[in-house]
């Protein structure tokens, strides 16, 4: 079975300061990772994507992440929050399985960013 | 060129009848998904489509929900004898092919059985 754990409910952080939104999975073999943005009443947007290659992948928006196999961990950062980045952030994972078919997308429970002016 | 459509955008039925949700993918997208996402909790996958067949159905409920993609037309997702607890917002996501490709959401439609 695939897993995806976002153990913050909510982050708040200052406007212009770092932020990181964490990610943690488990999975049996190689994940596909995903960040994705919710704003009110709207579907999700795609941010980036970890399938292979340099571990600190970087997406829409200033966001990037970085991912760390030891740590089985996908963490979303910005250097400098926007007020407008404000929203709601699910983390996804999908793993191919032996048989050459796809388990579908498993998302985290979402965290709840809030830059404050 | 638009992204995923879907509609209605908010559906309220009385306990009993039917919903059906309506899902256009992007243009050249020809894998559709649907998510449900209940109050307060992330999205579950309910079930991926081709064009004219059900490729997983893994996360849909037994009885009562369905869905189908026709070689023409929106995909839809058929709910019969709704019950309050199927109030959710329902979201279809498409790709161009399966895998490692990003999903491109629509806006999803708010259920809401009363």
């Known amino acids: 079975a695939q897993s995806v754990a976002q153990p913050e409910d909510q982050v708040n952080v200052a406007e212009g300061n770092p932020l990181t939104v964490k990610c943690t999975y488990s999975?049996?073999?190689?994940?596909?990772l995903f960040w994705y943005v919710q704003y009110p009443n709207r579907g999700l947007q795609f941010l980036l994507k970890?399938?292979?290659?340099?571990?600190l992948v970087k997406g829409s928006y200033g966001f990037e992440a970085e991912f760390n196999k030891s740590q089985t961990s996908f963490h979303l950062k910005k250097p400098s929050a926007l007020v407008s980045d404000s929203a709601l952030y699910f983390c996804?994972?999908?793993?191919?399985?032996?048989?050459?078919?796809?388990?579908?997308?498993?998302f985290g429970s979402g965290t709840q960013l809030t830059v404050l002016p | 060129n638009a992204g995923v459509m879907q509609n209605p955008r908010h559906l309220v039925r009385r306990r009993g009848q039917e919903a059906r949700l309506r899902c256009s993918p992007m243009?050249?997208?020809?894998?559709v998904y649907w998510y449900r996402q209940l109050p307060e909790e992330g999205l579950k996958f309910m079930v991926y489509?081709?064009?004219?067949?059900?490729?997983?159905e893994s996360g849909m409920p037994k009885e009562r929900f369905s869905a189908e993609f026709p070689k023409e037309g929106p995909s839809i997702l058929r709910i019969q004898q709704v019950v309050r607890g199927d109030s959710a917002a329902y979201f279809c996501?498409?790709?161009?092919?399966?895998?490692?490709?990003?999903?491109?959401f629509g806006p999803g439609t708010r259920l809401t059985v009363t």
């Open positions: 996501a498409s790709s161009p092919r399966d895998g490692y490709y990003e999903q491109y």
């Open positions: 999975v049996s073999g190689n994940p596909y």
């Open positions: 970890y399938i292979t290659g340099d571990n």
């Open positions: 996804a994972v999908r793993v191919f399985i032996s048989s050459g078919s796809a388990r579908q997308l498993t």
């Open positions: 243009k050249g997208h020809s894998h």
């Open positions: 489509l081709q064009k004219e067949n059900i490729i997983d």
